[in-house]
């Protein structure tokens, strides 16, 4: 069993005052924020306020990188040129990165969002160009789902690359994630997700929709903010890891 493990999520997504997630309650509970670039969701003003919590709550700032398509929330694949996704990705991670040393913070790691995070798993060129877009800002660590290109590409790179599991996500046998179009995308149920994440951090392993065994070996877990209760579900996850003595923490 580890006895520690990182905690992740999607905020920063509130776009002209209309929040999706508690992003300040999520503070208090996560160990890593992937914040929104205004790509898929988020605008400045809101932006810095999830930063601004961020900071107080010291929690690890990393850059959730999407598809331009806030009509859609990133969950789209668009057909790219891949030299026009790898100048996005520059983009918004320096856009971010901007903001967040305006509060004394700065992005440590890279997230790719919805579409883009799904694609990157088996579309080279797509992975190539968002790995090309983080190398042209620097040496950022990359968070991504184990298996596929993007994790080959990125550690060819010289990438560090966090393997991430999700607490409340349906997995397919191969380890892919199951489509939110399709039934049991998502969990709902607070004692499910908590013993989710425990087999995560004891086993390194996910137990798919056919009861099958996936092998993640995380180090990152991730807790959507924007999910139906989330932040109901997100206490029962700290209370499980801290009755077990596992100690919720940054992989940096």
């Known amino acids: 069993m580890s006895e520690h493990i990182d905690l992740n999520a999607d905020l920063g997504e509130t776009t002209a005052g209309n929040p999706v997630a508690d992003d300040a309650a999520m503070l208090e509970m ?5 914040v929104a670039t205004g790509f898929h969701a988020g605008d400045p003003h809101s932006i810095k306020g999830t930063l601004v919590d961020a900071k107080r709550s010291n929690v690890t700032v990393g850059a959730h990188i999407a598809y331009k398509d806030p009509a859609g929330f990133g969950r789209r694949f ?40 799904n694609t990157i798993v088996h579309h080279d060129k797509h992975a190539q160009a968002v790995i090309d ?5 620097g040496d950022l660590p990359v968070m991504l789902l184990p298996g596929g290109a993007a994790v080959d590409i990125a550690e060819k790179a010289g990438l560090r690359v966090i393997r991430e599991a999700f607490a409340d996500r349906g997995y397919n046998p191969d380890g892919t994630l199951v489509s939110r179009r399709e039934p049991n995308a998502v969990m709902t149920d607070a004692q499910q997700v908590a013993e989710r ?15 099958s065994i996936v092998d993640v070996a995380a180090e990152s877990v991730c807790v959507h903010g924007d999910s139906p209760g989330s932040v109901e579900l997100t206490r029962s996850v700290v209370a499980k890891l801290q009755d077990e003595g596992i100690e919720i923490r940054s992989f940096l």
Do not use: M, W
């Open 78 to 117: 668009i057909d790219y040129d891949p030299a026009e996704l790898a100048d996005e990705t520059l983009y918004q991670i320096g856009a971010l990165d901007a903001l967040a040393r305006a509060q004394g913070l700065e992005v440590r790691y890279v997230k790719p969002h919805g579409a883009l995070y």
């Open 197 to 211: 994440v425990l087999q995560v951090a004891s086993t390194g392993a996910v137990t798919a929709i056919d009861g």
């Open 133 to 137: 877009g983080i190398k042209a800002f």
């Open 30 to 34: 996560v160990s890593s924020a992937n």
